[in-house]
Structure formats: structure tokens, C-alpha cells
């Protein structure tokens, strides 16, 4: 059987580029071509960067020959929409930033040029990150891979589904609140999110600054450590951003997980999640204590509360960080004869629904009258969730759990109802909120041939632990990744 070089997993390609059987431009002509061919129905990308790429692809081949090549030179990469890239398109998936063209870089995106990679395009997601399932674009739904009536998830729906499509070889998505991990369960690739200040946000367009978080989907744990290396580490320009050396990731997965100390917490296991994903999870567990784990019971108390804070700090960040999109210094300008008219003509026109709704939810949480109530209140459970963790980490290394309650559900069963579209994210959430890394895995798939992302979350800074376990998991073969009809 002929494999198409798309189809690859980053650690495959490298093997063939390195022996030079296959070039970069090959390599990324794959990609473009699948794209061409797909991306009508499937919707991932807002901007298909084709010649800038092939460009790209070239001097990484050059590079090559000249001996200066590295795990990511060639290798073609998607890049959600929300990374400011120079010369490109930005829009964050919002059309109050029509037309904008940034003039540098985001610090991931510079470190991923500077390692050879090429950048294909810029991905579909959910307006300014906020959503669950990339149909509050306003460049319409992506929809997934395995089923075209059927979400990718979100907020980084676009860069999971070209994950699991073969349209690139890995991708660059956010996490404020699930983000990254569900989409990946969703769409039956890797994606992980890691710690809190791992990895640098400068421009990174911000939804809530002390949620967010950059990571990388891939179709394997091995791809996702690797692109982990290339983009974490110290920013003098983000002054969140931990200063701690980074760790061999791809050295760490030696598929040995003997007495590790798994943690099961029994409020993730809820009435209600689909019995498909209940067994998958389980089954999962099985398998880590075939491989030498051991399960530990522990309790996260605060878990019901999470959705809850999520909410009342995210759209209060979100208020704050969305002030900015006035009319005035970039992006759409809708005429007024005031300043005043022209921001409320402007924000009223460039900004979709969901993000009126969570501004003036923030907004709202923000004043006066209301401050004590709702964001200093919502703080304080914050901290309770993160000793929650603190004290499971006590008796356990790393912790085990479902991604989302159900698989991909159907596009627009839940838009018009945005509580329930919220709970989607009510296993993830909890993680962003204690600033935790952690790590969706596929585990099985449900009797539509939907796919089950199993969660493992890690004390801080300890990426090397969740991806070794979900490398020991992902090798023991207990899950074969099925292909999607796309």
C-alpha cells in the first residue's frame, strides 16, 4: 500500500527526510494538495498560506543539505488563528479583525520558524477562543473528521481536525479551558496542555490571561513532546513565563510506568457521561495496571464548582482583554460621527454572539456592587481547586480521567442552549483553573466510531510524567487508531 507523505507522523518523516527519500517540498506539497482536495468540506483553515509554504519548504531542504536541519526542519505545521504571524492574516476567527496583517511574530510561532518548521495555515477555532466546538467562528463550523454532521470540538477544533485528517503533520492550538484536549478527544488525536507559564503567550491573541495556555496537537505522544521542546521554555517579553530549564520530553518516554501511581477521582465518574466513554476510560485504567500502575481512589471536592468560577474569571478577563477592539488602532472600522458611536457600531458589528454574551457576563462580574460577589468569591474557590490537586498529588503521580462526558455531539445541537454547550468542558476545566499540565490520549471509540480521549493530568511542571504515561499507554496498543472518512 502506497502511503501519502501527509498521512505521516512527524517521527516517520524525519526518518525519511533525514535519509533524504523524501524533501520538504514533497513533504508539503502532500499537505496542500490534501487540503485543496478536503478543506471545502471539512472547513479547517481560515487562510491556506500555499506559496508562502512551498517557499518555506524549499529553504528547509536547503538547510538540510547544508547539515543544519533539526527534529521540526520541513515539517509542515498548521497554526490556530489566534498566533500572531508575520505577514499573514490574523483574525482570530472574528470579524472585528478583518484584514489585520501583524508585523511580528508570536514567540511560539518565531521559535517554530527558527526550527525549520513550515507553516501551512491558520487554523479554524472558535471567536477569540470561546467555545466548545468551533461554531462560533465566523467563518463557519469545522467539522470533524469522523463524522461530517458532527463537531471538532473548540476551541482549537481547526488545528485537531487537520491533525486527524492528514492535512498537516501537527498543530498549534490554546487551552483556557479545554481547548486543546477536548477537540483532541474529539477528533482522536494528541493534544496536550501544559503548566501554566511553561510555554510563552506573547502574541498570542489573550481571552483570559491567567487561563490561557499554548500546546500542540500531533497524532502520536512521541510528536507532541517533540513540538513541546520546540516551543517551551523562558520569555523575557512574557512576564508569566517560567523561568525553569526545559526537560528532554522525547527522552522521558521510555514506556516504563511500573509503580506509577495513578489517581482516580471519584467525581469525574458521573451520572449522566455516555456509558460508550464510561467503559472506554475504564478500560484504559485496566490496561495501566496491566502495564505495572497502580490505581489510587482520591477525591477533588471542589470539582462541581469549577464550571461555575470558570466562568465568572474567564469572562472577567475576557472584558478586560476585549476592551482593546475599539475601532481605532486596527482591524474593522464601522463609520460614526462620535468616538462613542463608533464603538458601539464597531464592537457591534465585528464581535459574534458569544462573545457579547461572555463580555458582558465579565463585565457584569467587574462592577461595582457585584466585584465581592462573583470575581473575588470565584478567586477563592480557584485556590480551593488547586489545594484539591495538591493534596491528590500527595498520593498519586499522575491523574486519570474522561475528557468530555459524551463524543463529538451533533453541529447545532447545543449552540442555542450555551449551559449545556459549557458543561462539555465541565472534566477539563478544573486544570486550567489550577494552572495543571495535562494530556488527552485516544482510548477507544463509541459505537458510531467516534473516538474517547482518556485525560491524564500532572502535578506542575511535570509534562515528562503525563507524557510518559500516555506513551506507555498509546505503545501497549490497547487503543488502534482508526482512520476517519476524511
Known sequence: ??????????????????????????????????????????????????????????????RMVGGAGGPLCGIPLALKDIFLTRG?????????????????????????????????SKANL???????????SAFGPTRNPYDLDRVAGGSSGGSAAAVAANQCLGALGTDTGGSIREPASFCGVVGIKPTYSRVSRYGVIAYASSLDQVGPF????????????????????????????????????????????????????????????????????????????????????????????????????????LARYDGIRYGLRVAADNNIELYERTRGAGFGAEVKRRIMLGTFALSAGYYDAYYLKAQKVRTLIRRDFARAFERCDVIATPVAPTTAFAIGEKIADPLQMYLSDIFTISVNLAGLPGISVPCGYDDRGLPIGLQLIGAPFAEETILRAADAYERSGATVRRPPII
Open 1 to 62: 500500500m502506497i502511503v501519502e507523505p501527509c498521512s505521516l507522523t512527524i517521527a516517520e518523516a524525519r526518518e525519511l527526510l533525514d535519509r533524504r527519500e523524501l524533501s520538504a517540498v514533497e513533504l508539503t506539497r502532500s499537505c496542500l494538495d490534501r487540503i485543496a482536495a478536503h478543506d471545502g468540506r471539512l472547513n479547517a483553515f481560515i487562510t491556506v498560506c500555499r506559496e508562502a509554504a512551498l517557499a518555506q519548504a524549499a529553504e528547509a531542504d536547503a
Open 88 to 120: 499573514v492574516r490574523t483574525t482570530c476567527a472574528s470579524r472585528i479583525l478583518d484584514g489585520f496583517v501583524p508585523p511580528f511574530d508570536a514567540t511560539v510561532v518565531a521559535k517554530l520558524r527558527a526550527a525549520g518548521a513550515v507553516f501551512l
Open 126 to 136: 472558535d471567536e477569540f477562543a470561546m467555545g466548545s466546538s468551533t461554531e462560533n
Open 218 to 321: 500531533a497524532r502520536t505522544v512521541r510528536d507532541c513532546a517533540v513540538l513541546l521542546q520546540a516551543i517551551a521554555g523562558v520569555d523575557p517579553r512574557d512576564a508569566t513565563c517560567a523561568a525553569r530549564p526545559v526537560p528532554d520530553y522525547a527522552g522521558a518516554l521510555t514506556g516504563e510506568i511500573k509503580g506509577l501511581r495513578i489517581g482516580v477521582p471519584r467525581e469525574y465518574f458521573i451520572e449522566g457521561m455516555a456509558p460508550a466513554v464510561d467503559g472506554a476510560v475504564r478500560a484504559a485504567l485496566r490496561q495501566f495496571e496491566a502495564l505495572g500502575g497502580r490505581l489510587e481512589e482520591v477525591s477533588l471536592p471542589h470539582t462541581e464548582y469549577a464550571v461555575a468560577t470558570y466562568y465568572v474569571l474567564a469572562t472577567a478577563e475576557a472584558s478586560a482583554n
